[in-house]
């Protein structure tokens, strides 16, 4: 499978606990972007990172939400001490070219629940 | 601050007929409008896309059409057909980040 690869797909969490996120671009892309969807609404810009680089986190919230593109292995979107409110589908995206998002390319999402 | 507005939560259309989906955008910055289709429990997935310098853009059953006076885009989907039941999320571009709409549930009829 030569798409976006997400897991896990589904995870729970309680209060407090830690959630991370992982996604592989498809092969050949070193652009990332991370959407995270709430229920009824629309997916929101969270972060774009390069490898080994965040270009933009403006959508990220302050607190507990971090994001990395190590070199090696995939990008991962980390939540610290997760509140209810955490709960969404998270959806990466991937792009082969610079600045270029007219047709990202999404993974299956990963949904957190916490409980 | 919603940029991309789906007013239509949902639509329902007997298969055979069109299917037409609005969205309406507040930045003119916009410069790159963009249809996704997604299904229960996947990824968001491209269908079609306009150049904001464009009007219109077809694509097999699939046509776009945008009015930048009006900031105001649709998809317009002939014959509709029941695996065209999905959501349809539009996006617009602005640099390299895309703005959605909370999307439009589409229902195809037999």
């Known amino acids: 499978n030569a798409g976006v690869m997400q897991n896990p797909r589904h995870l729970v969490r309680r209060r407090g606990q830690e959630a991370r996120l992982r996604c592989s671009p498809m092969?050949?892309?070193?652009?990332v972007y991370w959407y995270r969807q709430l229920p009824e609404e629309g997916l929101k810009f969270m972060v774009y990172?390069?490898?080994?680089?965040?270009?933009?986190e403006s959508g990220m919230p302050k607190e507990r939400f971090s994001a990395e593109f190590p070199k090696e292995g995939p990008s991962i979107l980390r939540i610290q001490q997760v509140v209810r409110g955490d709960s969404a589908a998270y959806f990466c995206?991937?792009?082969?070219?610079?600045?270029?998002?007219?047709?990202?390319?999404f993974g299956e999402g990963s949904r957190l629940t916490v409980l | 601050d919603q940029q991309v507005k789906q007013n239509s939560p949902s639509l329902s259309v007997q298969e055979g007929r069109i299917s037409i989906l609005n969205c309406d955008y507040t930045n003119s910055m916009f410069d790159y409008f963009l249809w996704y289709k997604k299904y229960p429990a996947e990824g968001p997935t491209f269908l079609i896309s306009i150049s904001s310098i464009k009007d219109k853009n077809e694509d097999g059953r699939f046509t776009v059409f945008l009015n930048k006076s009006a900031k105001h885009l649709s998809l317009h989907i002939v014959p509709s057909q029941p695996g065209d039941s999905a959501v349809y999320f539009c996006?617009?571009?602005?640099?390299?980040?895309?703005?959605f709409g909370a999307g439009t549930t589409v229902t195809v009829r037999a």
């Open positions: 996006a617009a571009r602005d640099g390299y980040k895309l703005s």
């Open positions: 092969k050949g892309h070193s652009h």
């Open positions: 990172l390069q490898k080994e680089n965040i270009i933009d």
């Open positions: 995206a991937s792009s082969p070219r610079t600045g270029e998002a007219g047709e990202l390319f």
